[in-house]
C-alpha cells in the first residue's frame, strides 16, 4: 500500500510542516513513492504543496494523478 497524506480540511500554514514531516518519516521508511492527497477546489492547497515538494531535497519528482487530479504522486530520493 503507498503512504498517503491527506490534506483535505487543512490550512495552508500547516501544509509545509505536515509534509516536510511525512516526506522525512517515508524516506526513513525506505518508501519511494508516496500521495500527497490536496483536493482539486481552489487548487491553493496544490500549490502549497507543490511549492513545498520543490523545496524538498528528498523530493526526487512529483506530479498531479492523471486519474485523480486531487492528488500528487511524489518519487523519493532513498
Known sequence: MTPTLDLH??????????????INDNVKMKKNVVLIIHGKSTNILTKEVHAVLMNNKNVKSFKLDNWNLGQTIVELKI
Open 9 to 22: 480540511g487543512e490550512i495552508t500554514s500547516m501544509v509545509e510542516v505536515l509534509v516536510q514531516e511525512f
